[in-house]
């Protein structure tokens, strides 16, 4: 049977009308939208996705796309970013130089910020021309690559970007978290790909063998199950034999494994070699596995790729298929895959490959005791930590698996197990495997290390008591080296900062200081100064607060977002400011999360609520992104009296909520008094005085009020619920607490100017009222001046001073309107009409939910910037906030506004009047 000559299979799109025709309609929406989509192929290995995504991808070339195909490779699905590096590196117009991605991973290890810096460089070719990234075989995307892909498609949903991947069906596999994390904010289409029909198997028979195929021959295609690459297998098998009937070999059916036993034994065993090297191979790696010259090979190589087993895409050579290298792979025995897999990691680190590179090849081939299998792991670890902590753990505990039974290997590698743990935020497994450890009886010193270790997890766990009776117990127990001493002793500061002794905390906190400094140990430096912050913060003592945290950013510049929230605390705002913009330019180098609680602190205190909701609602968002939540139970308390100020009670109850789920999973006193100040906030609210007293009440359980510096800024709203609720005692204690507060922070007018205000309240006296307005006159708190503003008008009001009372109220009213605190507003003003003031009511007026009006005054700016044609980073740069920030407000921005794409705002905003147009 002579074939027709025609391509095979048609292009292998026989039978995949249907689907190929979803996918079309997808292109075309993101280039006449200019908005984003995502698309997921399925189906078992043969099936056909591979070629459809080529399909898809060369039809988006045509229609003017830019575009980049890579694939993962479950040998390799350990290094950092390899999997989607392949599609931005390969195209006509890669996005990125191998160079430039090179130095991304190299100087900068936040997960979240080289991911951006991705973004950045995939939204600016998007505002030229529409981009199509694919991605093959999903299922084995490393992890980092896995991060991205959750995030990257819902963060350039408004550019004209297509992403196309293609797994197999896992119902919990990375394409379906992936997908997962686009529901709803993009177009989504899935395109499930089952078994040919049989019609389209003979189609394929036709292009291949032309239209005269036998019966018998359709008889045995069935045995492909309609499997397109299968059945393509099975005829070029026929195409190339010389075969009747009677002699077909039954193993043809099998397809692929009677192909390969057609092949001189030598090309046979050099292609074995290359599939335990993984689906992309080099040429010299292989030889040197085979134990023979390259030269020799070539024969074997040309075999090879003349019966269309391998492609040579000029730097490696690649299986055509990777059920091609699942065959040739499962022919080899299973012990001596082992062997091989142990001589490949010998041979990539001999040639002088990252250690990351070879851990594949140790994963399959170690066996217990391979100390150079632990040394490759632990390097591997090491190299990969930064940016993917959770693969190295894993990569740890395997090490420790591998580790000798006994001698000191086995618990050098498990401490760094515990670290690597710790920073994944896996901290119970670290516990646990710190635990395992210390229950073999370790040497003094080694107990020592380990108990020190395992500071971090307990730390993060809210465990600060076990914290401290471990680190005691290991100091009691001696043997450990100078800076293990050292750090045990800082741990032991750092746990009794949340004790309700803070003079014993601070005093041990300076001795470990001293200790530190004398030995010169960087992490006892970094505990001991962390737990002096800690210490002199709950104590109320500001100033040194700032102190601690200013020299702990000098040493470790991660710590700068502390640094600025210390300067909040005493109202130093500018020098905030200088920080945040310093922590800009920086980059990678700082906690992005942590950076936006402190941009948060510091647009709230500066009454920016709109501005504050952006930023803790964008550090929420990336706190989800790298699983680690800090300050979300914070954040959401925050947000939540935000809305009541705002006077959406819906999002305020919905944000109480949130911060109980929260305090439910991290119960320490300090997030407790948070939730409970906010229930009593929300009960005084609803008009219930008396739950709102005994929310306060509970606060004082958990400690002085004054204790939990999120609260300290609104003593004064404790008092007034002790007051309404007739509790006099428990306001004159509150009144007192604020007073010594102002005492240890006398240069601090927020401090002196509401202390004065809690006993203005108490007393009911005007005169001491109008003192902590002249006070709060230095703040630059504009809500905590038009509270004072407010109170002071309330009680000039029962004096029957009316005109000053009415001045007093209407500046207070002003100030809360200015802030964007509409419900605060309006409850002064109809304050203001009882005593016959003047009605303004235009000033409390909320912005509607949708349209252009519905903008703040920041969102109304990036989208002007947006339609100008910024990208988020340039929009970022001119309003010198965080792309982060620009994100969460052009999320905002598109919901508002109805819109999916930048286009489409571009278009919305060169259609305003030019009288809106020129306004903000």
Same mark, same amino acid.
């Given at each position: 049977?002579?074939?027709?000559?025609?391509?095979?299979?048609?292009?292998?799109?026989?039978?995949?009308?249907?689907?190929? /025709?979803?996918?079309?309609?997808?292109?075309?929406?993101?280039?006449?939208?200019?908005?984003?989509?995502?698309?997921?192929?399925?189906?078992?290995?043969?099936?056909?996705?591979?070629?459809?995504?080529?399909?898809?991808?060369?039809?988006?070339?045509?229609?003017?796309?830019?575009?980049?195909?890579?694939?993962?490779?479950?040998?390799?699905?350990?290094?950092? =970013?390899?999997?989607?590096?392949?599609?931005?590196?390969?195209?006509?117009?890669? =996005?990125?130089?191998?160079?430039?991605?090179?130095?991304?991973?190299?100087?900068?290890?936040?997960?979240?910020?080289?991911?951006?810096?991705?973004?950045?460089?995939?939204?600016?070719?998007?505002?030229?021309?529409?981009?199509?990234?694919?991605?093959?075989? *999903?299922?084995?995307?490393?992890?980092?690559?896995?991060?991205?892909?959750?995030?990257?498609?819902?963060?350039?949903?408004?550019?004209?970007?297509?992403?196309?991947?293609?797994?197999?069906?896992?119902?919990?596999?990375? !394409? +379906?978290?992936?997908?997962?994390?686009?529901?709803?904010?993009?177009?989504?289409?899935?395109?499930?790909?089952?078994?040919?029909?049989?019609?389209?198997?003979?189609?394929?028979?036709?292009?291949?063998?032309?239209?005269? *195929?036998?019966?018998?021959?359709?008889?045995? #295609?069935?045995?492909?199950?309609?499997?397109?690459?299968?059945?393509?297998?099975?005829? /070029?098998?026929?195409?190339?034999?010389?075969?009747?009937?009677?002699?077909?070999?039954?193993?043809?059916?099998?397809? %692929?494994?009677?192909?390969?036993?057609?092949?001189?034994?030598?090309?046979?065993?050099?292609?074995?070699?290359?599939?335990?090297?993984?689906?992309?191979?080099?040429?010299?790696?292989?030889?040197?596995?085979?134990?023979?010259?390259?030269?020799?090979?070539?024969?074997?190589?040309?075999?090879?790729?003349?019966?269309?087993?391998?492609?040579?895409?000029?730097?490696?050579? %690649?299986?055509?298929?990777?059920?091609?290298?699942?065959?040739?792979?499962?022919?080899?025995?299973?012990?001596?895959?082992?062997?091989?897999?142990?001589?490949?990691?010998?041979?990539?680190?001999?040639?002088?490959?990252?250690?990351?590179?070879?851990?594949?090849?140790?994963?399959?081939?170690?066996?217990?005791?391979?100390?150079?299998?632990?040394?490759?792991?632990?390097?591997?670890?090491?190299?990969?930590?930064?940016?993917?902590?959770?693969?190295?753990?894993?990569?740890?505990?395997?090490?420790?698996?591998?580790?000798?039974?006994?001698?000191?290997?086995?618990?050098?590698?498990?401490?760094?197990?515990?670290?690597?743990?710790?920073?994944?935020?896996?901290?119970?497994?670290?516990?646990?495997?710190?635990?395992?450890?210390?229950?073999?009886?370790?040497?003094?010193?080694?107990?020592?290390?380990?108990?020190?270790?395992?500071?971090?997890?307990?730390?993060?766990?809210?465990?600060?008591?076990?914290?401290?009776?471990?680190? +005691?117990?290991?100091?009691?127990?001696?043997?450990?080296?100078?800076?293990?001493?050292?750090?045990?002793?800082?741990?032991?500061?750092?746990?009794?900062?949340?004790?309700?002794?803070?003079?014993? /905390?601070?005093?041990?906190?300076?001795? !470990?200081?001293?200790?530190?400094?004398?030995?010169?140990?960087?992490?006892?430096?970094?505990?001991?100064?962390?737990?002096?912050?800690?210490?002199?913060?709950?104590?109320?003592?500001?100033?040194?607060? #700032?102190?601690?945290?200013?020299?702990?950013?000098?040493?470790?510049?991660?710590?700068?977002?502390?640094?600025?929230?210390?300067?909040?605390?005493?109202?130093?705002?500018?020098?905030?400011?200088?920080?945040?913009?310093?922590?800009?330019?920086?980059?990678?180098?700082?906690?992005?999360?942590?950076?936006?609680?402190?941009?948060?602190?510091?647009?709230?205190? #500066?009454?920016?609520?709109?501005?504050?909701?952006?930023?803790?609602?964008?550090?929420?968002?990336?706190?989800?992104?790298?699983?680690?939540? %800090?300050?979300? #139970?914070?954040?959401?308390?925050?947000?939540?009296?935000?809305?009541?100020?705002?006077?959406?009670?819906? !999002?305020?109850?919905?944000?109480?909520?949130?911060?109980? +789920?929260?305090?439910?999973?991290?119960?320490?006193?300090?997030?407790?008094?948070?939730?409970?100040?906010?229930?009593?906030?929300?009960?005084?609210?609803?008009?219930? *005085?008396?739950?709102?007293?005994?929310?306060?009440?509970?606060?004082?359980?958990?400690?002085?009020?004054?204790?939990?510096?999120?609260?300290?800024?609104?003593?004064?709203?404790?008092?007034?619920?002790?007051?309404?609720?007739?509790?006099?005692?428990?306001?004159?204690?509150?009144?007192?607490?604020?007073?010594?507060?102002?005492?240890?922070?006398?240069?601090?007018?927020?401090?002196?100017?509401?202390?004065?205000?809690?006993?203005?309240?108490?007393?009911?006296?005007?005169?001491?009222?109008?003192?902590?307005?002249?006070?709060?006159?230095?703040?630059?708190?504009? =809500?905590?001046?038009?509270?004072?503003?407010?109170?002071?008008?309330?009680?000039?009001?029962?004096?029957?001073?009316?005109?000053?009372?009415?001045?007093?109220?209407?500046?207070?009213?002003?100030?809360?309107?200015?802030?964007?605190?509409?419900?605060?507003?309006?409850?002064?003003?109809?304050?203001?009409?009882?005593?016959?003031?003047?009605?303004?009511?235009?000033?409390?007026?909320?912005?509607?939910?949708?349209?252009?009006?519905?903008?703040?005054?920041?969102?109304?700016?990036?989208?002007?910037?947006?339609?100008?044609?910024?990208?988020?980073?340039?929009?970022?740069?001119?309003?010198?906030?965080?792309?982060?920030?620009?994100?969460?407000?052009?999320?905002? *921005?598109?919901?508002?506004?109805?819109?999916?794409?930048?286009?489409?705002?571009?278009?919305?905003?060169?259609?305003?009047?030019?009288?809106?147009?020129?306004?903000?």
């Amino acid at each position: 049977m002579a074939g027709s000559g025609s391509p095979l299979s048609h292009r292998g799109l026989r039978g995949r009308e249907a689907e190929l /025709a979803r996918l079309q309609a997808l292109i075309t929406s993101v280039a006449g939208t200019g908005s984003g989509g995502l698309a997921l192929i399925q189906g078992e290995p043969g099936i056909g996705k591979t070629t459809l995504l080529a399909e898809a991808a060369a039809r988006a070339a045509a229609a003017g796309f830019s575009v980049g195909l890579g694939k993962a490779d479950e040998l390799h699905h350990i290094v950092p =970013l390899s999997s989607l590096a392949a599609s931005i590196l390969r195209g006509d117009r890669p =996005l990125l130089s191998g160079d430039d991605l090179a130095d991304l991973a190299r100087n900068h290890d936040q997960r979240i910020w080289l991911v951006e810096r991705l973004a950045e460089a995939i939204e600016a070719r998007a505002t030229d021309t529409p981009v199509l990234i694919g991605l093959d075989d *999903v299922q084995w995307a490393d992890a980092l690559s896995r991060f991205a892909l959750q995030q990257l498609p819902t963060r350039l949903r408004t550019s004209p970007v297509l992403w196309m991947l293609t797994g197999r069906r896992e119902p919990a596999g990375p !394409a +379906e978290e992936i997908m997962a994390a686009a529901a709803g904010n993009l177009p989504t289409v899935t395109v499930s790909l089952g078994p040919l029909s049989d019609a389209a198997i003979g189609q394929l028979a036709d292009d291949t063998l032309g239209p005269a *195929v036998d019966a018998w021959v359709r008889d045995l #295609l069935d045995g492909a199950g309609g499997n397109p690459f299968l059945a393509v297998e099975m005829l /070029a098998g026929l195409r190339t034999a010389d075969v009747s009937q009677d002699v077909v070999p039954s193993r043809l059916v099998v397809g %692929v494994r009677g192909r390969l036993r057609s092949l001189q034994p030598g090309t046979l065993r050099f292609l074995q070699m290359g599939a335990v090297l993984g689906r992309r191979f080099d040429f010299e790696d292989a030889a040197a596995l085979c134990d023979r010259p390259a030269a020799a090979l070539l024969p074997a190589l040309e075999e090879a790729v003349c019966a269309g087993l391998l492609d040579d895409d000029g730097d490696h050579l %690649v299986f055509r298929h990777d059920l091609l290298r699942q065959a040739v792979y499962a022919d080899i025995p299973p012990s001596a895959r082992k062997a091989l897999h142990r001589e490949a990691a010998r041979r990539l680190v001999t040639a002088g490959r990252q250690p990351i590179d070879a851990v594949p090849h140790i994963l399959r081939g170690a066996v217990p005791g391979d100390e150079e299998a632990v040394a490759l792991l632990r390097r591997a670890a090491d190299d990969v930590l930064a940016v993917t902590p959770g693969p190295a753990a894993d990569l740890m505990l395997r090490a420790l698996e591998l580790s000798p039974a006994a001698g000191k290997l086995k618990f050098e590698v498990g401490e760094q197990t515990i670290l690597c743990l710790t920073r994944a935020g896996r901290n119970r497994e670290a516990l646990e495997t710190g635990d395992r450890l210390l229950a073999d009886r370790p040497p003094l010193e080694t107990f020592g290390r380990l108990q020190s270790a395992l500071g971090g997890a307990l730390w993060t766990m809210d465990h600060a008591e076990e914290l401290r009776r471990r680190a +005691e117990a290991a100091l009691a127990a001696g043997g450990s080296a100078p800076e293990i001493c050292a750090r045990l002793a800082a741990l032991r500061a750092l746990a009794l900062s949340r004790g309700r002794d803070l003079a014993a /905390a601070r005093e041990a906190g300076e001795t !470990a200081l001293r200790t530190a400094t004398a030995i010169g140990d960087r992490e006892a430096h970094v505990l001991a100064l962390s737990g002096l912050g800690e210490t002199a913060l709950n104590a109320g003592e500001n100033a040194v607060a #700032l102190q601690r945290f200013a020299a702990l950013s000098t040493i470790d510049s991660a710590f700068l977002p502390e640094e600025v929230v210390a300067h909040v605390h005493v109202d130093d705002f500018a020098s905030g400011e200088r920080l945040l913009l310093r922590a800009a330019d920086r980059g990678g180098a700082v906690r992005q999360a942590m950076l936006l609680w402190a941009q948060g602190q510091h647009d709230l205190g #500066l009454g920016r609520l709109d501005d504050a909701e952006a930023d803790f609602v964008t550090m929420e968002r990336l706190e989800d992104e790298v699983r680690v939540p %800090v300050q979300q #139970l914070n954040g959401r308390v925050i947000r939540s009296r935000i809305a009541l100020l705002r006077g959406n009670r819906e !999002a305020a109850r919905e944000h109480l909520l949130a911060a109980r +789920e929260q305090l439910a999973v991290k119960p320490n006193p300090g997030n407790t008094a948070a939730v409970r100040f906010l229930e009593a906030v929300h009960a005084e609210a609803d008009g219930d *005085v008396a739950l709102a007293v005994d929310r306060i009440r509970r606060v004082q359980q958990q400690g002085p009020f004054m204790r939990w510096r999120l609260l300290r800024d609104w003593v004064d709203a404790a008092v007034r619920m002790s007051l309404r609720g007739g509790e006099q005692q428990l306001a004159e204690d509150l009144a007192a607490q604020a007073e010594a507060h102002a005492g240890r922070n006398p240069s601090v007018p927020t401090a002196t100017g509401i202390a004065a205000q809690a006993r203005g309240l108490v007393r009911n006296d005007p005169a001491v009222l109008e003192h902590a307005v002249e006070l709060l006159g230095a703040s630059p708190r504009p =809500l905590a001046r038009a509270a004072a503003q407010a109170d002071l008008g309330l009680a000039l009001l029962a004096a029957g001073r009316r005109s000053l009372a009415v001045a007093a109220l209407a500046h207070a009213r002003d100030t809360f309107a200015e802030s964007g605190a509409h419900a605060a507003a309006a409850h002064v003003q109809r304050a203001l009409e009882g005593a016959g003031g003047e009605s303004r009511r235009a000033a409390t007026v909320r912005r509607p939910v949708q349209g252009w009006g519905a903008l703040t005054t920041s969102e109304e700016k990036v989208a002007r910037l947006i339609a100008q044609g910024h990208t988020n980073r340039s929009a970022a740069d001119v309003l010198v906030v965080s792309p982060h920030t620009v994100n969460t407000h052009l999320t905002s *921005v598109f919901r508002k506004l109805s819109i999916g794409s930048r286009v489409q705002l571009a278009n919305l905003v060169a259609s305003l009047p030019e009288a809106r147009e020129g306004a903000g």
